[in-house]
């Protein structure tokens, strides 16, 4: 069965039998990390690029007050920073939100596996335009749109980042996060989260129980929010257009 990082590239890019079992080559030493524990810290020197197999985890940063901003979410598949080892030190935390299964993977494995696979480079480059198209959006989410279309904006966005790496099951998934940490993620207080999720619920579009979030009805939902998901660029999944995605003039290296 396909390990998460290699269902996530593949809805970049195609890949060859060899690109995939260079990737299995990566996910080697797995570990298993508790719930709300950091596996990084502001400050700290990065020397490994951490990989999320399983779990939630995600970026934050702690203001003086004790206030958490969490910045990013880290799904199956999703590396911490695929390039972090070129910082002198860290300059916000990682901490996982559910248990999770992480790989630290060396630079150098990093590097040999994009040197020798010209898709699995391509595919290593689409996730970091991704992570950046996402956090681009993440700022006009927190900062234009009201409430509960925020929060259904990042469920149906969930949703998708989910599906590409096989956590979806009818519209289903996983969703690990506290009333307390959507409101650091969404930029609300927990009130208001409460209520919001009220208000989703009230009108038939969600379902959330025992950590496990429903989506009732993904095109209200997505129609609800204004969702466009062209900023996630899946191309080879039922959101995006499947293509050939090669480059004209050049030789594939696996």
Not at 67 to 83: E, H, S, T
Request: a negative charge; charged letters at 25%; glycine letters at 6%.
């Amino acid at each position: 069965m396909q390990h998460a990082l290699t269902r996530k590239l593949e809805s970049f890019e195609p890949l060859s039998d060899q690109a995939r079992w260079a990737l299995n080559g990566l996910v080697i030493k797995v570990r298993q990390v508790g719930a709300r524990q950091d596996l990084i810290q502001e400050g700290d020197k990065p020397e490994n690029v951490l990989l999320i197999l399983d779990g939630f985890a995600c970026r934050y940063k702690v203001l003086p007050d004790g206030q958490r901003q969490i910045m990013a979410l880290l799904v199956p598949g999703d590396f911490c920073d695929l390039n972090v080892f070129i910082l002198d030190e860290m300059d916000h935390a990682i901490g996982t939100i559910s248990t999770c299964q992480v790989v630290d993977i060396p630079r150098q494995a990093i590097d040999e596996t994009a040197t020798h696979h010209a898709s699995i480079a391509r595919a290593f480059w689409w996730c970091s335009l991704v992570d950046g198209a996402v956090l681009r959006e993440w700022l006009v989410n927190i900062g234009r749109r009201l409430p509960a279309p925020r929060i259904a904006h990042l469920f149906c966005e969930l949703l998708m980042r989910l599906e590409a790496v096989g956590r979806v099951t009818d519209n289903s998934y996983a969703f690990p996060l506290t009333q307390t940490e959507i409101a650091e993620t969404m930029g609300l207080s927990d009130v208001h989260v409460n209520r919001t999720l009220g208000d989703l619920r009230a009108l038939g579009l969600i379902h959330l129980k025992q950590r496990v979030l429903t989506i009732l009805d993904v095109e209200r939902l997505k129609a609800f929010c204004d969702f466009t998901p062209n900023y996630l660029h899946l191309r080879n999944t039922r959101w995006g257009e499947r293509r050939d995605l090669s480059w004209p003039g050049r030789a594939e290296g696996g």
